[in-house]
């Protein structure tokens, strides 16, 4: 890890990331809405090799899964 990064900081706010309230709470708007937050948060991590970048790449697929089924379900 490079100078001054705290692991436990970062993969602590990971666990946020990992899948939002919206997503809990059936919005599909705020779930979109916390997706497009949560992507650039996810690459930074993988990037500054706090987690690999294909368990990077397996988070986003799966929070973008829930994200699809939430606007399919609400536009059924």
């Given at each position: 890890?490079?100078?001054?990064?705290?692991?436990v900081q970062h993969v602590g706010?990971?666990?946020g990331v990992h899948?939002?309230?919206a997503i809990?709470?059936?919005?599909a708007e705020k779930a979109q809405a916390a997706y497009v937050l949560a992507v650039p948060v996810i690459d930074r991590m993988a990037d500054?090799?706090?987690i690999h970048?294909?368990?990077?790449?397996?988070?986003k697929s799966r929070?973008?899964?829930?994200?699809?089924?939430?606007?399919?379900?609400?536009?059924?």
């Open positions: 890890m490079g100078a001054g990064v705290d692991p706010g990971f666990a899948r939002p309230f809990d709470a059936k919005d500054k090799g706090i970048k294909n368990k990077a790449a397996r988070h929070l973008n899964g829930h994200v699809k089924a939430l606007n399919l379900a609400v536009a059924a």
